[in-house]
């Protein structure tokens, strides 16, 4: 699963909103949102995981790419990039950040990603910094979901005990904790420093200048390197998801938990 951004350019396409308005445009989209939610819920009661886990793509779809595109768009917005706001970026309708093929991919493969459109020569106080704040904005995001998914379950464990319900008290918890696993999972695979990744973007800004131009140059080679981090090597037997993604995702979310 990934989230990304993208600069506006004409071979991007239209956010899959143009192609359902108005059925995903407030204020209808506020329902079929809370429809969702409660679907991917429902779901999550089943205890057989190959119907679960589609509830857990949901709640990807939902709110953790929106909220993590959002931040992107307000962060840039914030440093003098218009782009965002003029595509419709800056709203709390959480469909207007997705991406019509990655949203698929997500929900039926779990793998996909959603886009927010920035333009770093407008940012302060110079595009490589301001990309760099704005890059890392989003990863940020999750990680704050996460750490609220952690506080919401110490803060309702009492008042759950009250029900004197396992099942209540072993639904929400496997909830919260799914979550909070989807946020610091999306969290370090963002951070990768692999084109197109969050963390690429903020490694550049990171490196002195001339640095960060040798490392632009590997740019164009980045998808390659994607598909060999994260599809050759599994493939071959080495696990490098759970090194880098799903292994410190699953330690930090037990230590919050």
Known sequence: MRSQYYSPSPSSGANWLERLRPLIEPP?????FIAGLGL???LLTNPSFRVSRYGAHILILLIAFPIHELSHAIVADR???????????????PFAQLNFVGSL????????WAYVPVNPSYMRPNP?????????????SNLILAVICAVLWHGMLPVLQTFNSVELLEYVRRVLFLFTF?????????????APLDGFT??????????AYQLEGLQRYGMLLFMAVFFIAPFLGVPVIDWV?????????????
């Open 245 to 257: 993604i799903f292994g410190p995702a699953s330690t930090v979310a037990n230590l919050l938990f």
């Open 182 to 194: 989807i946020n610091l999972a999306l969290f370090f695979f963002n951070l990768v420093p692999i």
């Open 105 to 112: 991919l997500m929900l039926f493969v779990g793998l996909g």
């Open 79 to 93: 440093l003098g990039d218009p782009t965002p706001r003029t595509y419709g970026r800056i709203t709390l309708n």
């Open 202 to 211: 903020v490694l550049k800004g990171l490196l002195p200048y001339n640095l």
């Open 28 to 32: 209808l989209a506020y329902p079929f």
């Open 40 to 42: 991917a819920l429902w």
């Open 128 to 140: 490589r910094t301001g990309h760099m704040i704005v890059a890392a904005a989003g990863p940020i």
